[in-house]
């Protein structure tokens, strides 16, 4: 019983070997096939508010938290010798918020711009 376990564990295995260059994915001409010399923008928007509830050790009382986020990025594709390519550019902007009975704060503003 055991041989059969691992023999077929070794054709598993075996299997996924010999597959292994047909879903390999992960760069963006994988999945933007976008034409050459054009501008993409995206704007991205998420919220998310959080209430932790108290559990009888806190010495406050239950936090309430808020985070808006959102982003822009502008993406310029290029030919670079004969394949498809681009530059991007991501600016976040974030805003936080958290207040319990104890206290309140609150921070916003650009984040990490980042190049890619």
Partial sequence: MARRSLDA????LAA????????SAGSARDYLNAPIDTW???YNFGY???VTAEDGMDVTSSV???VLSQS??????????GRTGGLSVILP????????EAFRASNQGISDIAFL
């Fill in 9 to 12: 564990l070794g054709c598993g």
């Fill in 16 to 23: 996924l070997m010999a597959c292994s260059g047909v879903a």
């Fill in 40 to 42: 993409l923008t995206f």
């Fill in 48 to 50: 998310s508010t959080l």
């Fill in 64 to 66: 309430t938290s808020n």
């Fill in 72 to 81: 822009i990025v502008v993406t310029r594709t290029m030919d670079f010798w």
């Fill in 93 to 100: 902007y974030r805003y936080l918020n958290a207040n319990s």
